[in-house]
């Protein structure tokens, strides 16, 4: 969680929304990425969906059966339905997200087998997001 944390941190200093996100196999990083919605003008560049993009790029496949995602920001809706396509088995995640998350629509956007960890670093997590927001209002 700590190097997703990091991830966060790269993307608040180039002034995208900080959430980071990677996957893992073990102790072996398959994929990682943080938000880049504004560089790429692409709306679907959540950390979530770069890293589970590159983990499956360095499997060769499309499911990330065995893997865990590691995040800081309670995915949303676009990015609970890539993790039930890719049948991930763990999502960490850090802070919630009331007004975007997932959870807002249920449990069952994620792959039935997927266990869900919450609360891992959350207080840096949203204290990021938040200073973000702050600095971006002013």
Same mark, same amino acid.
């Given at each position: ?11 608040y200093a180039v002034g995208e929304i900080p959430v980071?996100? %990677? ?6 990083? %398959? ?11 692409? +709306? ?24 865990? %995602?590691? +995040? ?27 007004k975007r998350g997932f959870r807002r629509y249920g449990?069952? %956007? ?8 919450e609360g891992i670093m959350a207080e840096e997590s ?13």
């Open positions: 969680m700590q190097e997703a944390y990091r991830l966060a941190q790269e993307a980071g996100a %990677l996957v893992t196999h073990g102790e072996r990083i %398959l994929g990682k990425g943080y938000n880049q919605t504004e560089r790429l003008q692409d +709306v679907t560049a959540h950390a979530e969906m770069l890293a589970i993009t590159a983990a499956a790029d360095h499997l060769g496949a499309k499911y990330l059966k065995n893997c865990t %995602l590691y +995040v800081t920001l309670e995915p949303c809706v676009m990015c609970a339905g890539a993790l039930n396509w890719s049948q991930i088995s763990r999502v960490v995640m850090g802070a919630t997200d009331e449990m069952n %956007l994620l792959h039935p087998k997927t266990i869900l960890i949203k204290a990021l997001l938040q200073n973000f927001f702050s600095k971006l209002r002013t």
